[in-house]
């Protein structure tokens, strides 16, 4: 069973500054299947980054995704009032999907 | 544009059956795989498995002793049953979508989720 482990917990930052996000497999990770989302409190995630780097449709060019076997990560550059939120990392493989436990962003 | 709206009771007794309804508009059934997410407080989400349009599923290996997803297309719906609720299964419970020809492993679309509490 894969686990995916995200970093920091929380991320304090101001509105303009640019957060850096971390996702980390316990073992290789297909590339195509890894995804991040966006959730705004009261609200179901927003899928943001699909494959590892492609943009879902409507997502902000501000969002950008890398990386490639067992650590990701999702930058925001130029944070916007919505995106102080909660983000989670997601993969597909062997038939199950598995989500990690997110990081906090929020307001310095 | 694709609606996805869970309904059900708000509140299960431990050893119940957990029973919810995803009713969908707004896009063909057959074009997504229909999945049930849950989760609790503070927590992030969990898949609990999903459905295509002729009724094959694949479940949370976690859960499949419990869980039953089916689908009705005639009433675009996908239902969830849980059997054995406790405290523990107190959770939002979403409905998400995954689109089947473009795949990616992602939940492309979700409903606004229905809290559900176990308690007696």
């Known amino acids: 069973e894969i686990v995916l482990t995200q970093s920091p917990g929380t991320l304090s930052l101001s509105p303009g500054e640019t957060a850096t996000l971390s996702c980390r497999a316990s073992?290789?990770?297909?590339?195509?299947?890894l995804a991040w989302y966006r959730q705004r409190p009261g609200q179901p995630p927003s899928l943001l980054i699909y494959?590892?780097?492609a943009r879902a449709t409507g997502s902000p060019d501000r969002f950008s995704g890398d990386g490639s076997g067992t650590d990701f990560t999702l930058t925001i550059s130029g944070l916007e009032p919505e995106d102080f939120a909660v983000y989670y990392c997601?993969?597909?493989?062997?038939?199950?999907?598995?989500f990690g436990p997110g990081t906090t962003v929020d307001i310095k | 544009q694709v609606q996805l709206k869970e309904s059900g009771p708000g509140l299960v007794k431990p050893s119940e059956i957990l029973s919810l309804t995803c009713t969908v508009s707004?896009?063909?059934?057959?074009?997504?795989?229909w999945s049930w997410i849950r989760q609790s407080p503070g927590k992030g989400p969990e898949w609990i498995g999903y459905?295509?349009?002729?009724?094959?599923?694949i479940y949370n290996p976690s859960l499949k002793s419990r869980v039953i997803i089916s689908i009705d297309t005639s009433k675009s719906q996908i239902s969830l049953r849980l059997t054995s609720a406790s405290v523990t299964d107190t959770a939002m419970y979403y409905c998400?979508?995954?689109?089947?020809?473009?795949?990616?492993?992602?939940?492309?679309?979700w409903g606004q989720g229905t809290l559900v509490a176990v308690s007696s």
């Open positions: 998400a979508s995954s689109y089947r020809s473009s795949w990616y492993g992602t939940f492309d679309f």
């Open positions: 707004g896009v063909s059934i057959s074009s997504y795989y």
């Open positions: 459905v295509d349009d002729s009724g094959a599923t």
């Open positions: 073992e290789s990770l297909a590339s195509n299947y």
């Open positions: 494959g590892a780097s």
């Open positions: 997601q993969h597909y493989g062997s038939s199950v999907f598995t």
